[in-house]
């Protein structure tokens, strides 16, 4: 059973009048066969929390720990780190012009696997995979994000989260910007993902909508850069009723 | 060769005042001229010199370099229906194909001493020509011609090489309802510069596929000029340029429709890799494309693209369209310059794939649909090969 371990996670960031603290002190354990869901108003930090675990360069860590399985995450590289185990479906995936779909997820397959997949079987894992989520087969040969809408984005994350069958998925607002029918086919993507294996999920959302269908063992209220409250999966309703007010971020709450 | 100096006057005078005090506006009026004494020595502001960094030129713009060196022409795979001539300056074919239109081109023109002349009629194999620079420290002038016969359907590979300064000119000469599909690379040495003059001039109904491949060398210019003489001509240039540190790479390009229902179709891509501490990657484009009064139902597109994927890289680019005539059937040019940048880096890292291996995918993707037109699959695995060498050398 995998497990990764936040302790006391301090993170900053250089902004123009010198470095800014945005986490302060983040204490979280996700194991395997858990879903973990944060809710949290706007620029509270959910975001730098899920690119601090992924590696990336425009968080500077100030303090703390995350292990995976008891190994350092935070002195891996950001594509070790994914090799290892880690993957974050990002709130706004990156366009990359000249490289298609097909030739990115098949280099992702080879360095997450450690060998590149057999051309067949690869060939009908993929089909298989974007058909699942309801995804053109001419996506393949587009270039990786490039011109695809929001929701086409968001499908080509879970689509990687597929392929790659990480230890632990961070998703980030993955339900933002989807419609109904969408947010349907991509929930059953995640849960596929989950049943699949003993894996732990992270899921960023500001909306109860997603939980309907992936439902959370633990919800964490996340403010000012911290976790300020967790409970069961009935506390992402109260705070669709309520808002953030009592935890001091009322002006700022997500609509 | 004729000593004929095309448009003396009003034009001569005004190259010879300086051509970026007084910029010439149209490509149509550019001056040409087979006389290296005809040009302003240039220095460096005119409008087609302002890109070229000219203390790099090695002498070849200012009649500093001695240009006694020798740059050897190899032809190899001449069977059947080709035919190889070394020819004196007189030689009535010379010229046919264009006029100099620079002080460095009429400077080869005015120093060569021997013209390599190579006559296609027909040949069912690939016939490859090495160009060699004259050594390092020397400079030289060249000079070549390819031709076909009417009708005649050939493929040639015009590869460079070696070190040392080479000021040359490349004539082209295509017979009516010729086709000639041409692989020019600039696998250079560190050291070599190159300054060429192309010109390809299209009989009626002739087809022209140019892939050029520019990888090495300190400074390299190229300036194609393609004429069409009757209507029907159809020429596709598409190219690119990988500049890694300190290298200039420059690709000035004339397109000049004079003819009705001709068509042109330009698309090269550049990608830039510098280093901190020497000077910026350098990749120009000038992209000029004329369509004249007379060249009805014209069809042109020319596009290039940039992929800057370091700090420390500059990519100049300037398509420019000057359409004469209102009856043409189509028109477009375009330009773009991106940037490789840290959150794609972050975004395929982020899939587990490693640094070099991210930056090389983007690259071949970036390339390969210049590549897959080298229907040559030997030369377009050397050349692949050659551009993962540049990417591991420069550190990616
Ligand atoms: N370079 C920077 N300079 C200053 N502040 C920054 C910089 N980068 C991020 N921040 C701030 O960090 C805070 C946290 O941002 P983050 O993206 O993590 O929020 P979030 O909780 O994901 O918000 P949302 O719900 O809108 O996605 C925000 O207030 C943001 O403005
Ligand atoms: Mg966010």
């Known amino acids: 059973m995998s497990t990764l371990e936040i302790k006391d996670l301090h993170v900053s960031v250089a902004a123009e009048d010198g470095a800014k603290e945005i986490l302060r002190g983040v204490d979280l354990t996700i194991r395997g066969g858990e879903t973990h869901a944060i809710m949290g108003p706007n620029g509270s930090g959910k975001s730098t929390l899920a690119y601090a675990i992924a590696g990336h360069p425009k968080y500077e860590i100030t303090g703390g720990e995350v292990l995976l399985d008891g190994e350092d995450v935070l002195a891996m590289s950001v594509d070790e780190r994914a090799r290892a185990g880690l993957f974050l479906a990002m709130q706004y995936p990156v366009e990359v012009p000249g490289v298609s779909m097909a030739n990115f997820l098949r280099s992702a397959a080879t360095a997450v696997r450690g060998e590149a997949p057999k051309l067949r079987t690869w060939v009908k894992e993929v089909k298989g995979a974007m058909s699942e989520l309801d995804i053109d087969p001419d996506f393949a040969d587009r270039s990786v994000n490039e011109g695809f809408s929001g929701g086409e984005k968001k499908r080509h994350e879970v689509l990687?989260?597929?392929?790659?069958?990480?230890?632990?998925?961070?998703?980030?607002?993955?339900?933002?910007?989807?419609?109904?029918?969408?947010?349907?086919?991509?929930?059953?993507?995640?849960?596929?993902?989950?049943?699949?294996?003993?894996?732990?999920?992270?899921?960023?959302?500001?909306?109860?909508?997603?939980?309907?269908?992936?439902?959370?063992?633990?919800?964490?209220?996340?403010?000012?850069?911290?976790?300020?409250?967790?409970?069961?999966?009935?506390?992402?309703?109260?705070?669709?009723?309520?808002?953030?007010?009592?935890?001091?971020?009322?002006?700022?709450?997500?609509? | 060769m004729t000593d004929v100096v095309s448009g003396l006057a009003p034009e001569l005078a005004g190259a010879n005042r300086g051509a970026g005090l007084v910029p010439v506006a149209s490509a149509g009026e550019r001056f040409t001229s087979f006389d290296v004494d005809a040009f302003e020595v240039p220095g460096g502001r005119e409008e087609n010199w302002r890109f070229t960094p000219m203390k790099r030129?090695?002498?070849?713009?200012?009649?500093?370099?001695?240009?006694?060196?020798?740059?050897?022409?190899?032809?190899?795979?001449?069977?059947?229906?080709?035919?190889?001539?070394?020819?004196?300056?007189?030689?009535?074919?010379?010229?046919?194909?264009?006029?100099?239109?620079?002080?460095?081109?009429?400077?080869?023109?005015?120093?060569?001493?021997?013209?390599?002349?190579?006559?296609?009629?027909?040949?069912?194999?690939?016939?490859?020509?090495?160009?060699?620079?004259?050594?390092?420290?020397?400079?030289?002038?060249?000079?070549?011609?390819?031709?076909?016969?009417?009708?005649?359907?050939?493929?040639?590979?015009l590869e460079h090489r070696g070190s040392g300064a080479l000021a040359d000119n490349l004539e082209v000469v295509l017979a009516d309802g010729s086709r000639l599909t041409l692989v020019v690379t600039e696998e250079w040495a560190d050291d070599a510069v190159h300054v060429g003059a192309q010109h390809f001039s299209l009989g009626r109904d002739a087809t022209l596929r140019v892939t050029s491949v520019a990888l090495g060398g300190d400074l390299v210019r190229i300036s194609p000029t393609v004429s069409y003489r009757g209507p029907g001509g159809d020429a596709e240039l598409v190219g690119l340029g990988y500049a890694d540190a300190g290298q200039h790479l420059e690709q000035r390009l004339l397109v000049d429709h004079a003819v009705p229902n001709c068509?042109?179709?330009?698309?090269?891509?550049?990608?830039?890799?510098?280093?901190?501490?020497?000077?910026?990657?350098?990749?120009?484009?000038?992209?000029?494309?004329?369509?004249?009064?007379?060249?009805?139902?014209?069809?042109?597109?020319?596009?290039?693209?940039?992929?800057?994927?370091?700090?420390?890289?500059?990519?100049?680019?300037?398509?420019?369209?000057?359409?004469?005539?209102?009856?043409?059937?189509?028109?477009?040019?375009?330009?773009?310059?991106?940037?490789?940048?840290?959150?794609?880096?972050?975004?395929?890292?982020?899939r587990g794939i490693p640094e070099d291996v991210a930056r090389r995918l983007v690259v071949r993707g970036f390339f390969g649909e210049i590549l897959s037109r080298i229907t040559l699959p030997e030369l377009r695995e050397r050349l692949e090969a050659a551009i993962e060498a540049e990417l591991a050398v420069t550190g990616a």
């Open chain 1, 160 to 255: 990687q989260l597929s392929l790659l069958k990480p230890k632990i998925a961070v998703l980030d607002e993955t339900d933002s910007g989807l419609d109904v029918d969408a947010l349907r086919v991509v929930s059953q993507g995640v849960n596929r993902y989950r049943a699949a294996g003993d894996v732990g999920v992270l899921l960023i959302t500001h909306y109860t909508r997603i939980l309907k269908y992936i439902t959370p063992d633990v919800v964490h209220v996340f403010a000012g850069g911290r976790i300020v409250e967790s409970g069961g999966a009935d506390l992402a309703n109260e705070l669709e009723e309520n808002g953030y007010v009592k935890y001091g971020a009322g002006a700022e709450a997500a609509s």
């Open chain 2, 57 to 157: 030129l090695r002498g070849l713009h200012d009649g500093s370099a001695a240009l006694d060196g020798t740059a050897a022409v190899e032809v190899a795979g001449a069977g059947e229906g080709v035919t190889v001539e070394t020819v004196g300056r007189d030689d009535a074919r010379l010229g046919e194909g264009g006029t100099p239109a620079d002080r460095i081109a009429a400077a080869a023109w005015s120093a060569f001493r021997e013209a390599t002349v190579v006559t296609l009629d027909g040949t069912p194999e690939p016939v490859t020509i090495t160009v060699a620079g004259p050594g390092e420290g020397a400079t030289a002038a060249s000079h070549l011609q390819l031709r076909t016969k009417p009708h005649a359907e050939a493929t040639v590979v």
């Open chain 2, 263 to 350: 068509t042109s179709n330009v698309l090269y891509k550049n990608a830039l890799q510098g280093k901190e501490g020497v000077p910026d990657a350098h990749t120009v484009w000038i992209g000029d494309v004329l369509i004249r009064a007379a060249a009805e139902n014209t069809q042109t597109f020319e596009f290039n693209r940039n992929l800057v994927l370091t700090q420390h890289a500059r990519a100049d680019s300037v398509p420019n369209l000057e359409i004469e005539t209102g009856e043409i059937a189509g028109a477009g040019h375009a330009s773009a310059t991106g940037r490789f940048d840290d959150e794609q880096l972050f975004y395929l890292q982020s």
